[in-house]
């Protein structure tokens, strides 16, 4: 039977315990077999509305708290989102997906905000990896309002904007996850020992992979600073949802480069690369987004 049954079955019992009622005594108020009311308590069988209202009102209590216990224990994810949208979309979609995968019965508790970013702010932080720091007070804004709304924990599905990890952390009373953390733990335990990263100037620039997988003693490559230099252009149009095959081709050729050193495994550093969904025979692609939504999804059911 299901969890939900079984979460019944066992709320039941514990009300009925401290009450101080048998089973017996429940079923001679109720006018039904010991194995009937048994087998609910058990999980084996989903009891019917009018059984549910029947219990109640023999225990004397609300049907509600027969009922609240009962439903899944999923925690509340905030998504500071809009870095881009498209991200933020797939992102969302892919929780949705993996709670459908796990056939829970409710659907994820998710709360979305989509920071209002500035798009000169965008832009000068994508393509040339400067004034990152006017991304901060929009960041915590939108952190502390998400707080606010009662989430559990709170993500950021945008690799370079980790930069600001520690700072978020401090704004807030509540969780936030790190993309570069989970990733870093998803290879431990695959056994990775190298890999090929891709990612935007900015990541690149403070060393956030670098550091993480240095420590975890993973051997790293990093794109030449021609294939990098062409990378904040391919990101900008992903962002702005202007992307044509030809960044696509360019992400192809940076992966073509490491298959080329023998580099077998390369991880998509920016969320926003996955939009262009590539693809290599011989080299096995991570999506640094897919692994954290994934992250996200274990830590929501308690994992």
Do not use: W
Not at 260 to 265: A, I, P, R, S, Y
């Amino acid at each position: 039977m299901s969890n939900m049954s079984t979460n019944f079955g066992e709320n039941l019992k514990n009300i009925r315990t401290d009450l101080e009622i048998t089973q017996d005594d429940l079923c001679q108020k109720l006018g039904i077999d010991r194995s009937y009311l048994s087998k609910i308590e058990n999980g084996k069988i989903n009891p019917t509305l009018d059984t549910i209202l029947k219990i109640a009102s023999a225990l004397n209590i609300s049907p509600n708290d027969l009922i609240v216990n009962t439903l899944p224990k999923i925690k509340t994810v905030g998504i500071l989102g809009g870095l881009g949208p498209d991200t933020t979309a797939e992102f969302y979609i892919s929780i949705i997906q993996s709670f459908q995968k796990k056939k829970t019965e409710t659907r994820p508790p998710i709360v979305i905000t989509s920071v209002p970013l500035p798009l000169k702010t965008e832009k000068k932080f994508i393509l040339h990896n400067k004034d990152a720091g006017d991304y901060l007070p929009f960041l915590l804004k939108e952190a502390k309002r998400l707080e606010r709304s009662g989430v559990d924990f709170i993500v950021m599905p945008c690799n370079s904007l980790h930069i600001f990890i520690e700072e978020l952390r401090s704004a807030v009373k509540i969780p936030v996850l790190s993309i570069i953390e989970e990733f870093v733990s998803f290879l431990k335990e695959k056994k990775i020992k190298e890999i090929g990263v891709i990612s935007t100037a900015a990541t690149l620039h403070h060393q956030l992979y670098e550091k993480a997988l240095q420590k975890a003693s993973i051997k790293f490559s990093t794109p030449d600073s021609l294939q990098q230099a062409k990378f904040g252009k391919v990101i900008h149009n992903l962002v702005e949802g202007t992307q044509t095959s030809r960044d696509r081709d360019e992400i192809m050729n940076a992966i073509i480069s490491f298959a080329e050193n023998n580099v077998g495994t390369v991880a998509l550093a920016c969320t926003d690369l996955q939009l262009l969904l590539p693809q290599h025979p011989h080299v096995k692609i991570y999506d640094t987004m897919q692994v954290f939504a994934d992250a996200t999804v274990n830590y929501m059911s308690n994992e």
